[in-house]
């Protein structure tokens, strides 16, 4: 376990870190406000892209706006733990390198570990999670096992694909407050299909925000809209 060395990230700074968890090496960026923070949110990116990939460091920077810190890892077979060319785009490539990084199991792990490491050097604070369609897929087991988590932003997943059985089976432990969003017109996870997960999830402090267009295509204003709701309930 090994932190890289400080970057400058637009006037923020940025750590790289590197675990070992069960055998598995998990790379992690860590960024946070240079007077520190009190806050954190993990950031679980979405399939076929990685830790560092655009939309991430877009929430990033807009949580350390706020004084958040944030972290995130390469989630399974992504990233710099891709063996099978999912992160140059390859979609035919998702569940093979989902199952080939270890699937839930292993992901829930290996967040949980990377969290325990962060804390290490900066400390417990309250956490938050955000992350859609993969992001989700990764965030659900975690956010149902941990209680550290008090607030999450999910979405763009439904009960679809490598892990719709953990999907369907962890939703109801779910009991902290969660924002979720869908694209009506999602042409990769059915629509029906998101509102099920959404319907299983077992908070009561739950709300659906729901856009017109492609799964891609979450409007900018839900993004920051995101960024609000767990300033508000990260606490």
Request: net charge negative; proline share 5%.
């Amino acid at each position: 376990m090994a932190w890289s060395a400080d970057t400058e990230f637009d006037g923020f700074e940025e750590r790289g870190f590197e675990l070992e968890v069960e055998g598995r090496f998990v790379p992690g960026v860590y960024w946070t406000p240079r007077s520190g923070a009190d806050r954190l949110i993990m950031l679980g990116h979405g399939g076929t892209t990685h830790k560092k990939t655009g939309y991430i460091l877009t929430v990033a920077h807009l949580l350390l706006q706020k004084g958040f810190a944030a972290m995130a890892i390469d989630g399974p077979g992504h990233g710099d733990r891709d063996t099978t060319g999912i992160s140059n785009g390859e979609e035919a490539e998702f569940e093979r390198a989902w199952d080939q990084g270890g699937g839930t199991k292993a992901s829930t792990s290996d967040w949980i570990a990377s969290l325990d490491f962060v804390e290490s050097e900066y400390g417990n604070r309250p956490t938050g999670w955000w992350g859609l369609s993969m992001g989700t897929m990764m965030g659900i087991p975690v956010v149902a096992k941990e209680d550290r988590i008090c607030a999450a932003l999910l979405g763009l997943m439904g009960f679809w694909g490598p892990n719709k059985s953990d999907l369907e089976r962890l939703a109801p432990e779910i009991t902290c407050p969660v924002r979720f969003l869908v694209q009506w017109d999602d042409e990769v996870v059915p629509i029906d299909s998101c509102l099920k997960l959404f319907e299983k999830l077992g908070t009561q402090k739950k709300t659906l925000h729901g856009n017109p267009g492609l799964h891609a295509k979450v409007p900018k204003f839900e993004i920051s809209g995101s960024i609000d709701y767990l300033n508000r309930h990260v606490r």
